[in-house]
């Protein structure tokens, strides 16, 4: 779908721009967020609906509602605060099985394809990555811990705060995000002076490592994996830190911030997309099973209890 941006008002909070085709209740994930024609699915995924679109309204009230309250109250600031409380590893000492084990009782409230819980997902995942590069082992298990930073929502912290699409804060939002412009109509940065422009704060190719991404899972599973020391390749965490900012790795948005290293780790995070979106589906893993052979990777690449 073909976006043509026009500046935000900040007085009248009105997003002027087009559309080609209405915005309505439609899933967010299929019309923001098109695969690249280059991760096409196998022909059984594509031909595959993952959303009935006969019984949409339920869950894009509750998807539109995280979204709407997640651009309104990620500002830059929040960010910036979110990632230096929680650098200091505040929750507390527990292994990644005893934290998987947690997460199972999540349902992330803005992900209309699927009402699965988290944990299961989060094997779906694993185990398709495995199927496909089982010479990759750390690649599988980035599957597995890819979405554990969603632990978040069972300490106090709001969905909006944790899970869905990540965008750069810090310099205007990108037209591609969910749901579009219009629902950052109530955060204060858009009218922000410094904030304003591709650009905002920053300078040209400095870097993903050098911006503020919306707070949320992505950023904190990274900060538990290297500040406990993970010998998971760069790869991996830069799958784990950058999976959720689709705008990015969907859409071509922020080059002018990457450097040549974020375009170089950028096919490997469009590989792990195609795995994380469309490995949901009704068939769910035998965990038991399975089980041992992620204990296996877990002790080697992030072992015993972590600093959370």
Not at 83 to 99: F, L, P, Q, R, V
Not at 120 to 149: C, K, N, S
Not at 173 to 182: A, L, Q, T
Request: charged share 25%; glycine share 6%; proline share 6%.
């Amino acid at each position: 779908m073909l976006l043509i941006p026009r500046p935000y008002n900040c007085n009248t909070h009105r997003i002027e721009d087009r559309r080609t085709t209405p915005l309505g209740l439609e899933d967010p994930s299929e019309i923001y967020r098109p695969s690249p024609p280059e991760f096409k699915l196998e022909v059984e995924d594509a031909e595959r609906k993952f959303r009935d679109y006969d019984n949409l309204e339920g869950s894009m009230t509750r998807v539109k509602k995280t979204y709407y309250e997640m651009h309104s109250q990620q500002t830059h600031a929040y960010a910036k605060r979110q990632a230096e409380k929680y650098s200091k590893g505040i929750i507390g000492k527990y292994t990644i099985m005893e934290m998987l084990d947690l997460v199972g009782q999540i349902i992330d409230e803005s992900d209309p394809d699927t009402t699965l819980t988290n944990d299961i997902h989060m094997y779906q995942t694993a185990e398709r990555i495995r199927e496909r590069y089982p010479d990759l082992e750390w690649f599988a298990l980035v599957g597995l811990l890819h979405d554990l930073g969603k632990i978040l929502a069972l300490k106090g912290e709001p969905q909006w705060a944790v899970v869905g699409d990540t965008f750069i804060t810090g310099c205007q939002p990108s037209p591609n995000v969910v749901f579009g412009m219009e629902s950052f109509k109530n955060n204060p940065d858009i009218c922000d002076e410094r904030m304003l422009g591709k650009y905002g704060m920053y300078q040209a190719n400095c870097g993903l490592e050098n911006v503020v991404c919306s707070w949320g899972h992505d950023e904190y599973m990274y900060q538990v994996l290297t500040r406990n020391n993970s010998t998971i390749p760069e790869e991996g965490l830069y799958c784990i830190r950058f999976h959720s900012l689709y705008p990015w790795h969907h859409h071509g948005d922020y080059d002018h911030l990457c450097t040549d290293k974020d375009r170089s780790m950028l096919k490997w995070v469009q590989t792990f997309s195609s795995f994380d979106l469309y490995s949901k589906d009704e068939v769910v893993p035998d965990v038991a099973k399975i089980k041992p052979y992620y204990e296996g990777l877990i002790a080697k690449y992030c072992p015993g209890k972590l600093t959370w």
